[in-house]
């Protein structure tokens, strides 16, 4: 790739403890090979402060989401809902997220992750930001949260797509890019094998560092550099070359976040 192109990442955990001794020489190598927009997901009120720190940082690059995690909707969820909502009114943000619903690892919470889904759409639409979706194990779940807030101004990415086709369709029908990353370069990932079906303005980006490495740093700490590896495999996959799958996802990031 050579030196006019921009690859966006549209989802990394820059303020992860996992970069804790390098963080600063791991964001230089990504700007180093072309990525130079990287867009941050919340996780709790407990990052907000890393994330502005790296926003301090480097102010060129770095665009901030604020949400709660639905991972991390617990009792105190409504305490949490309050900490997005006094901070979207202090100041600007790019996207709400990631908010969604997780019944990997808790099944117990589905009611209050919901109302906590649901509550963030609606400060995403008074605030006409995209919203950014986790989904695991819960596409049904997700799907009728989305079919009971549909509407002009719902609309956002889909992180870690890793659905069907029919999935994607349903996603794209609500308004949804499809964020791309390391699983598509993976042999069990399965979304290989669809993705050139759907046309290439519904794609983003990202890598979901410091988690989801692509191949061949599998299962190793990922970091924003290895998206060139995402490129390459839609490349292969679309056709094209690696210079027009950067530009036009770059371009569908710009259609979403505005900037």
């Known amino acids: ?3 006019t192109t921009i690859i966006t990442d549209t989802h990394t955990h820059l303020y992860s403890e996992e970069f804790a001794e390098d963080r ?6 990504a700007i180093n090979a072309g990525v130079s927009r990287f867009f941050i997901p919340a996780i709790d009120s407990a990052t907000t402060q890393a994330m502005y720190n790296l ?24 305490e949490e809902l309050n900490h997005v909502t006094k901070e979207l ?15 990997y690892w808790d099944k117990t919470t589905l009611d209050i992750q919901k109302a906590a889904f649901k509550t963030q759409i609606q400060l995403a639409k008074h605030y006409k930001l995209p ?17 009971s807030e549909k509407s002009t101004d719902l609309f956002g990415i889909f992180h870690c797509f890793s659905g069907t086709y029919e999935q994607a369709l349903q996603a794209i029908s609500y308004n949804m890019k499809l964020g791309i990353g390391g699983v598509v370069t993976f042999k069990n990932g399965k979304i290989d094998q669809f993705l050139k079906q759907i ?21 190793k700490r990922n970091e924003s550099s290895y998206i060139v590896n995402v490129v ?10 690696e210079m027009e799958i950067s530009a036009a996802t770059t371009q569908n990031s710009k259609d979403v976040f505005g900037i």
């Open 232 to 241: 390459a495999k839609l490349a292969e996959i679309y056709g094209l070359s």
């Open 55 to 78: 926003e301090q940082d480097f102010p060129e690059n770095i665009f901030l989401m604020i949400g709660l995690h639905p991972t991390h909707v617990k009792e105190n969820f409504e």
């Open 131 to 147: 919203i950014v979706i986790h989904c695991r194990d819960a596409f049904d779940e997700v799907f009728e949260v989305l079919e």
């Open 199 to 219: 046309d290439l303005c519904h794609i983003v980006l990202e890598t979901d560092s410091p988690y989801l490495a692509p191949v061949p740093f599998r299962g």
């Open 1 to 3: 790739m050579n030196s």
């Open 89 to 103: 009114a202090r100041r600007k943000f790019y996207g709400i997220g990631e908010i969604g619903i997780d019944l």
């Open 24 to 29: 600063n020489e791991m964001i230089q190598r």
